[in-house]
């Protein structure tokens, strides 16, 4: 079946602008996360979306980032007024509880 | 809170060498462990996985035994290859916290022929 998609795949933008990205998890995963990984660094845990739970948002960096998952299907995430130091890559995964299955990411260049 | 440690790298072994990179954990409740591959230019992959104490996860030549009593959850490979040069991930997910999930800061490997 189909794995978890993202898009864009790329996306440059000019500092001060919002963006959004988009994930698509599979179908009937009941859990979706976000993690942004910068170049050369680690998974920094984002948010996270569990059924109808209210989403752990801890990991958001400022408030120029938000994130929404509609229909508990498709999440967008939101960074408002980008920054120079947001370029990275967004990653999206879902979880059937037992793992987590990744999508491609989308590469955020702010100039 | 729960979380994981990893060893840092970067790792640079030969063709054929034995590769450990130890990982271990904090949890609250009884986790699940994996071990997770990220190949250059590619998104993270799930390489293997434990849910009990004791469980042997293994894929691809590598091997990774859950240690209750220790914490720990070490990637292990008796002859690594050039192709298994990537970044690996330790991770977690606990029940207990709603199944989240959480990652080490990964382990870079390069293998050299």
């Known amino acids: 079946g189909a794995g978890v998609s993202q898009s864009p795949s790329n996306k440059v933008t000019e500092k001060g602008k919002d963006v959004e990205l988009r994930c698509d998890p599979i179908?009937?995963?009941?859990?979706l996360y976000w993690y942004r990984q910068s170049l050369g660094q680690g998974l920094e845990f984002l948010i996270y979306?569990?059924?109808?739970?209210?989403?752990?948002k801890s990991g958001l960096p400022s408030d120029r980032f938000s994130a929404e998952r509609t229909g508990g299907s498709v999440s967008t995430l939101t960074i408002q007024r980008t920054q120079q130091e947001d370029s990275a890559v967004y990653l999206c995964?879902?979880?059937?509880?037992?793992?987590?299955?990744f999508g491609p990411g989308t590469r955020l260049t702010v100039t | 809170g729960d979380s994981v440690t990893q060893m840092e790298g970067p790792v640079t072994l030969s063709e054929e060498a034995f590769l450990t990179i130890n990982c271990t954990y904090t949890?609250?409740?009884?986790?699940?462990l994996f071990w997770y591959v990220q190949y250059p230019g590619e998104g993270l992959q799930l390489l293997l996985k434990?849910?009990?104490?004791?469980d042997k996860g293994s894929n691809k030549g590598f091997e990774a035994t859950y240690r209750k009593e220790t914490t720990s959850f070490h990637l292990e490979k008796g002859s690594v290859q050039v192709s298994d040069s990537a970044v690996y991930f330790c991770?977690?997910?606990?029940?207990?916290?709603?199944?989240?999930?959480?990652f080490g800061t990964g382990t870079s490997l390069t293998v050299i022929p």
């Open positions: 949890a609250t409740g009884y986790p699940s």
């Open positions: 179908s009937g995963h009941t859990a």
């Open positions: 991770a977690l997910s606990d029940r207990n916290t709603g199944n989240q999930f959480y």
């Open positions: 995964a879902s979880s059937d509880s037992y793992e987590q299955y």
């Open positions: 979306f569990q059924g109808n739970s209210a989403p752990d």
């Open positions: 434990a849910t009990k104490a004791d």
